[in-house]
């Protein structure tokens, strides 16, 4: 089943908020050999949120999948940026979190 990618706009902004947070804890992380972790993981999840992102304009056969793999990134992202008090951290764990949340919805409903 094709996702309409105007039906699930609040979907694909999700995941762009989500890459945009997970970029920006990164950045923040870069260069402090204690954050390399944090900031690995961060750019990898960013990197997949976009891709599901462009999955989900295109109507991808692959929403399903992309979205469930994106779940499990983003909550082993959130989990990492748990373990650090920063606020840039914070907020990437909340996006993570709520990101996570949606792309089970869409996973269920692509599939």
């Known amino acids: 089943m094709l996702l309409n990618h105007e039906k699930y706009q609040s979907s694909f902004d999700q995941a ?3 890459a945009v947070e997970c970029e920006h804890c990164a950045e923040a992380c870069m260069g402090k ?3 390399v972790k944090c900031a ?3 750019l990898d999840t960013g990197e997949s949120c976009r891709t599901l992102a462009t999955l989900m304009v295109r109507g991808s056969y692959f929403i399903a999948p992309m979205a469930n793999a994106c779940a499990e990134i983003c909550e082993a992202c959130a989990s990492e940026c748990e373990k650090h008090s920063m606020d840039h951290c914070k907020k990437c ?3 993570c979190r709520t990101a996570a ?3 089970r919805k869409i996973a ?3 599939a």
Request: proline share 6%.
């Open 16 to 18: 762009m908020a989500c």
């Open 33 to 35: 050999p204690e954050m």
């Open 40 to 42: 690995r993981m961060c």
């Open 93 to 95: 764990a909340e996006s």
């Open 101 to 103: 949340q949606t792309y």
């Open 108 to 110: 269920s409903v692509a």
